[in-house]
């Protein structure tokens, strides 16, 4: 079945250094893909997304890459920041079918 | 743009007792709303998608009897757990997919802390 994985589910980091988390979906007929951020009590919030026809997407301090022949996403943050900590989760989506997340990865930063 | 809110933001109820959550896109228009359910340290599950207008469509496992979900308009959703129990409590989180979006965007709101005595 549709499945959202994570490779890592923690991560640590110096502050300061780039932060890379990872994801792996099975669902080939995904063709929207998100990164979300969630701190403690609160919802998710939208990082950056990318879609299927592409395979590298920047915003401000993050990147993300779609790479759909081993079917993996990644989510890149630069100059990593104490209020970078927090869960991440990416979710994957079929169309304007239902949203599919991973599982989540704890990035924490360290002084 | 794209404000999601949820209301009550924390509750506690005694066991037996019926709760409403509600859910609101405050800037703009949505066509679907989800409710999620989450565990600690959990990702989010889905429990329900509803439309504006007609009745909600339950993920499987989900009682739609116990989780009574309206959307009686393009901004407004509420998610009613009725005769609450413990194992009730979680962390209940909507979304609102915004009407006409170029990737039918979605956006979630802040959650509500739902504890059952």
């Known amino acids: 079945g549709e499945s959202v994985g994570l490779h890592l589910p923690t991560l640590s980091v110096q502050e300061g250094d780039n932060s890379i988390i990872n994801c792996a979906y099975s669902?080939?007929?995904?063709?929207?893909f998100i990164w979300y951020k969630q701190e403690s009590g609160k919802g998710p919030q939208f990082i950056i997304d990318?879609?299927?026809?592409?395979d590298k997407r920047q915003g401000q301090r993050v990147t993300v890459l779609l790479n759909k022949t081993v079917k993996h996403l990644s989510l890149q943050i630069a100059a990593t920041q104490p209020g970078d900590s927090a869960v991440y989760f990416c979710?994957?989506?079929?169309?304007?079918?239902?949203?599919?997340f991973g599982q989540g990865t704890r990035l924490t930063i360290n002084p | 743009g794209a404000v999601v809110s949820q209301h009550p933001s924390r509750v506690i109820c005694k066991s037996g007792t019926s709760v409403k959550i509600e859910c609101r896109s405050l800037?703009?228009?949505?066509?679907?709303m989800f409710w999620y359910r989450q565990f600690p340290k959990k990702s989010l599950m889905l429990m329900a998608t509803?439309?504006?207008?007609?009745?909600?469509?339950?993920e499987q496992g989900v009682e739609k009897d116990k989780f009574l979900i309206n959307h009686a308009s393009l901004t407004l959703s509420t998610l009613t757990v009725t005769s609450a129990h413990p194992e009730d409590s979680s962390f209940y989180i909507c979304?609102?997919?915004?009407?006409?979006?170029?990737?039918?965007?979605?956006?979630f709101g802040p959650g509500t802390r739902l504890t059952v005595l």
């Open positions: 979304s609102a997919r915004k009407a006409g979006g170029l990737y039918n965007e979605q956006f």
């Open positions: 669902n080939s007929a995904s063709d929207y």
């Open positions: 990318i879609r299927s026809n592409m």
């Open positions: 979710a994957e989506r079929s169309g304007a079918q239902k949203l599919v």
């Open positions: 800037d703009f228009q949505a066509t679907t």
């Open positions: 509803s439309n504006e207008g007609s009745k909600a469509t339950y």
